[in-house]
């Protein structure tokens, strides 16, 4: 039975790897990705406008840092929290893609059809998973400690 397990965590890793690069290599002519959760699905505001524009809020503006009440070394600090947390966001946003490629190029395909409560269930929202990731990352982990133990948690051999 591991073997088998095995072998649908290989496939599971190669489509989400297949998934991922054609998320980030099929563009249109302008250069857009079509995959990408930004886009509009034909929808285009008054004017020729681009969609967005319409619907930004207060509080989806950039924040600015406070500056005159500030030493220069809180400003140094500031820099490189704010360097080394784009790091970090980067990273899971490139974990994220190649590792979950299959299932975020369903939700960005599927996703708007859907009703928000079962594309939250299923897909997940900004603020947690969805049960397709959860069960792939569940395989990943047994894999993983397959791979580094030698024994298999499923068999309990």
Not at 5 to 30: E, H, Q, T, Y
Not at 46 to 59: M, V
Not at 77 to 93: A, C, E, K, N, Q
Not at 129 to 142: E, H, N, R
């Amino acid at each position: 039975m591991g073997n088998v397990v095995a072998k649908l965590v290989i496939f599971s890793i190669l489509l989400n790897l297949a998934g991922g690069l054609v998320m980030v290599g099929v563009v249109d002519i302008k250069g857009d990705k079509i995959f990408d959760r930004s886009v509009s699905n034909g929808f285009v505001g008054e004017n020729g406008e681009e969609y967005s524009e319409d619907y930004i809020s207060e509080l989806e503006k950039s924040i600015k840092p406070s500056g005159d009440l500030d030493d220069a070394g809180d400003q140094i600090y500031r820099v490189l929290d704010t360097l080394s947390l784009g790091f970090i966001y980067r990273f899971i946003d490139v974990v994220d893609t190649y590792m979950y490629g299959f299932i975020n190029m369903l939700d960005n395909i599927i996703g708007d059809m859907l009703n928000d409560d079962v594309r939250a269930i299923l897909f997940g929202n900004t603020v947690k998973f969805g049960a397709f990731k959860i069960m792939v990352t569940i395989s990943y982990i047994l894999m993983g400690i397959f791979l580094f133990t030698g024994k298999d948690v499923v068999e309990g051999s």
